[in-house]
């Protein structure tokens, strides 16, 4: 039988992990109360965890930006992510 999660378990498993960006670059697991990398947040897009990054100062929410730029890096490093025609697309739109 399934565990029933309640409680302040059932919240934590509901709302996203809060990544906080500084201006120095450096990123903030709030969960976890430790500083990461997007690689670490690349490993969190792969095991499905669900997160938001705000940038620290304003609170915007910047996770679009963080994501692409995950992107940009693995595309940098050799790891070509997506095919030319997917790129296009994406530009077009």
Known sequence: MAKKI????ADAAASP????KYANRRLYN?????Y??????ASMVRE?????VLDAKSGDEITHSILTQIIMEEEANAC???PVSILSQ????
């Open 17 to 20: 992990v809060i990544i906080k």
């Open 48 to 52: 499905n965890i669900d997160f938001q």
């Open 6 to 9: 309640t409680g302040s378990a």
């Open 30 to 34: 709030t969960s976890s109360s430790s």
């Open 80 to 82: 070509q992510m997506m």
């Open 36 to 41: 990461i990398t997007l690689e670490d947040l």
């Open 90 to 93: 994406m530009i077009v739109k």
